[in-house]
């Protein structure tokens, strides 16, 4: 699976969201009617393993502002004539549970309109400032945060240690976006404690990007959740934070996280990052299909190349 797989928006961050879906996902509801919407958009990436797409989408006027996010390809025939940095138009299909909610999205009718300009053709390239996409070898900046016990923490300080940074948030209900990230999460942490090589060179840290509700207590309180145990010391390897809310639009932006309150809850993509000891991104991933062992292989080839 590639792992420079998503982007963010070249609008304000507050537009970073899907519209698509109520609060993290889709599920829980009864399939009652199919919409469809015109789209055109550039695509960032493939997942030949998903048959999907990272697309930079255009505004849909009445329906979705400009985003960058990850599209099912419906047919076979239409993902495979895709490149990433092709002009695409497409049907937009969303399947609307009882509720009017989405309760699933895919295209169809994709076309390319366009191929990506050779790497060359500087007069007509796209400003590489509109997409960021974290990147093996990007320097990590000292973000700061507040974990779970009241003290401030910074990721300089996990310079010398490969550190797993994820993004969550408490109150998320679905159970294939937070929850399963942090089930994920819970086995890197199991798989790493019983490996004498990785247990002292690797931490977690789950970033939340609620901070008017994780405080510092929910955070502990969902941390041990998240452990089965109630003792302080699973901190010492597992770590819960949270930015400022000043402070989290770069973070976000950095890391390639999009995210919107609404309705109580909170629209948001998925995005974890392996940080090797320089302080540079060995890898990173978009969604939750990666695998603890991918995760595991990745700190495994930093700290080798470390020496």
């Not at 502990?220 to 003792?231: A, E, K, T």
């Not at 000043?246 to 309150?261: G, M, N, R």
Request: aromatic residues 10%; charged residues 20%; glycine residues 8%.
């Amino acid at each position: 699976m590639p792992h420079t797989t998503f982007a963010t928006l070249r609008l304000p961050l507050v537009l970073l969201c899907m519209a698509l879906l109520p609060a993290c996902g889709k599920h829980g509801a009864t399939t009652a009617s199919l919409k469809r919407y015109p789209f055109t958009g550039r695509i960032v990436s493939l997942d030949k393993a998903k048959q999907s797409a990272v697309i930079d989408g255009d505004a849909i006027p009445g329906f979705m502002d400009p985003m960058a996010m990850d599209y099912k390809i419906k047919l076979t025939a239409d993902f495979s004539q895709l490149a990433a940095g092709d002009s695409v138009s497409a049907e937009v299909v969303v399947e609307e549970n009882k509720d009017g909610g989405a309760a699933d999205y895919w295209l169809e009718n994709v076309k390319v309109t366009g191929h990506a300009k050779p790497a060359g053709d500087k007069a007509n390239a796209k400003p590489s400032a509109e997409l960021h996409v974290p990147a093996a070898g990007d320097e990590v900046p000292d973000f700061q945060f507040t974990n779970q016990s009241g003290r401030r923490i910074s990721l300089k300080q996990y310079r010398g240690r490969v550190l797993f940074v994820t993004f969550i948030y408490t109150r998320c209900p679905f159970p294939d976006y937070c929850p399963r990230v942090g089930a994920q999460f819970a086995q890197l942490n199991q798989q790493l404690a019983a490996d004498p090589v990785l247990a002292g060179k690797t931490h977690l840290l789950c970033v939340s990007f609620d901070p008017a509700h994780d405080t510092p207590k929910v955070l502990r309180d969902y941390g041990f959740l998240m452990v089965h145990s109630r003792q302080a010391a699973v901190f010492d390897r597992w770590e819960f934070a949270v930015p400022r809310a000043a402070d989290l639009p770069e973070i976000a932006s950095y890391f390639a996280l999009t995210y919107k309150p609404e309705n109580g809850l909170i629209t948001h993509s998925l995005s974890t990052a392996v940080i090797g000891p320089d302080g540079k991104i060995v890898s990173w991933y978009h969604g939750s299909e990666w695998q603890v062992s991918d995760l595991v292989k990745d700190a495994a080839g930093a700290l080798h190349a470390r020496g």
